[in-house]
């Protein structure tokens, strides 16, 4: 079935302070698994069998590094490019996530964005 017009709405919270928000859309044979955390998305793509567990520590990882190198600054950023070191962190830790826990996992590199 197609998705188009599929317009999930996007809870509220994992602002800076809040607690972190975790959800997952299932998409055919794939599962978008988001983190909400600081104010920033976290997403990434995973295969439907992959466990969704994996997916989120990737994720916390992520967060956890963007925010600490980012987090203070990110509302002083007005175009994504200033955040674009982050991708060499981002390759080295997909490496090693799909190396030892994804076990034929696809997965894609998150894309942070502000709510």
Known sequence: PSQQGYNP????????????????????????????????????????????GHAYAYLADV?????????????????PYAC???DSYLQKTKKVFSSSHARGAAMSAPVGGRY
């Open 9 to 52: 709405s996007i809870p509220q919270g994992g602002g800076p302070g809040a607690p972190p928000v975790c959800l997952t859309v299932e998409a055919s044979s794939y599962n978008y698994h988001i983190l909400i955390e600081g104010g920033v998305i976290f997403l990434t793509l995973c295969d439907a069998n992959s466990p969704a």
């Open 63 to 79: 967060s956890r590094e963007f925010l600490q190198q980012y987090g203070n600054g990110l509302d002083a950023h007005t175009r």
């Open 84 to 86: 674009i070191k982050f």
